[in-house]
């Protein structure tokens, strides 16, 4: 591709991602917060009945309620005894945690022989989906949306795939940093350094346009950013995740299991959290990416 070109596309794309590599040298260090217990699933207060549609003028709502995993449910999503031990000294420390993904499989027959929670509508999107910003399983709505899409979940375990930037008007970018221990991962690492100079996009037209090019991927310094990524154990990643007036977050993880189930366990945490990001968005103008 033409070094013009791709600087372009980087500029457009990429959100902001500055030819000067300095910029990224600047950001300050990762805002902390007291970082709760990390294992099972929080219990979130539910509405049990439906209540009167908004007064507001709105087209397109519908009432979504934010899928409540059952016990036995919420037992396929614990993470092992013995993985929170290995790693409690490193989950001691604030925005960190630890979590299990079941893979949302494509294609999917349903079988008689599965264990119960798999046959409940929603689980399988639910036990595939993780927000870092909420610290929670599923795309994270409760009330009136245009669709549930406009949720806030940062990563989605596809068979064997991981994914970002699959939420409506959203742009999410990971990049691969190899068998490298979490607790070397910093703001200054090479490829993450990048990912933290990111800008929002000013308009519709970048999150619009950048899920296609970032399913190929954009070489840059010998880091390939992209949406979408092998699934591969003891291997670091770092994500990017902008959600238009909900989160904007930058994250490392490192899969540190994979069961016979193809579920995978994840070791996380946040590098840096960013003020809330707004920009205009085209009434009706929305395409999924999954």
């Known amino acids: 591709m033409d070094t013009n070109l791709l600087s372009r596309l980087m500029l457009t794309l990429l959100i902001g991602?500055?030819?000067?590599?300095?910029v990224a040298g600047q950001e300050g260090k990762a805002e902390t917060t007291t970082r709760p217990r990390v294992m099972g699933i929080p219990r979130t207060d539910r509405v049990s009945t439906t209540p009167a549609i908004p007064t507001t003028p709105a087209l397109g709502l519908n009432w979504i309620k934010e899928f409540e995993p059952s016990s036995s449910e919420k037992k396929l999503l614990m993470v092992d005894v013995e993985s929170e031990a290995r790693f409690a000294k490193f989950l001691a420390q604030p925005d960190t945690g630890i979590i299990r993904l079941?893979?949302?499989e494509s294609g999917r027959v349903v079988s008689a022989a599965e264990p119960e929670g798999y046959k409940r509508p929603g689980?399988?999107?639910f036990a595939a989906t993780y927000s870092f910003s909420r610290r929670k399983h599923g795309y994270g709505l409760s009330g009136w949306h245009r669709a549930p899409f406009m949720g806030m979940a940062e990563l989605k375990l596809t068979d064997d795939t991981l994914n970002t930037g699959f939420m409506e008007d959203s742009v999410g970018v990971m990049i691969r940093l190899g068998n490298v221990p979490l607790e070397l991962v910093t703001l200054q690492t090479e490829g993450v350094r990048q990912l933290a100079a990111m800008l929002p996009p000013a308009d519709q037209a970048t999150p619009m346009m950048l899920p296609e090019?970032?399913?190929?991927?954009?070489?840059?310094?010998?880091?390939?950013?992209?949406s979408t990524l092998p699934s591969t154990l003891n291997t670091t990643y770092a994500l990017r995740s902008t959600l238009?007036?909900?989160?904007?977050?930058?994250?490392?993880?490192?899969?540190?299991?994979?069961?016979?189930?193809g579920g995978i366990t994840i070791l996380w945490k946040k590098l840096k959290t960013y003020p809330k990001p707004s920009w205009q968005r085209k009434p009706h103008a929305f395409t999924r990416h999954d």
Do not use: E
């Open 17 to 22: 991602f500055s030819a000067s590599l300095d």
């Open 102 to 104: 079941l893979p949302f």
């Open 123 to 125: 689980f399988a999107y």
């Open 213 to 226: 090019s970032s399913r190929r991927g954009m070489d840059v310094n010998g880091f390939k950013f992209v």
């Open 244 to 261: 238009n007036r909900r989160a904007d977050v930058l994250v490392c993880f490192r899969i540190v299991q994979r069961a016979p189930d």
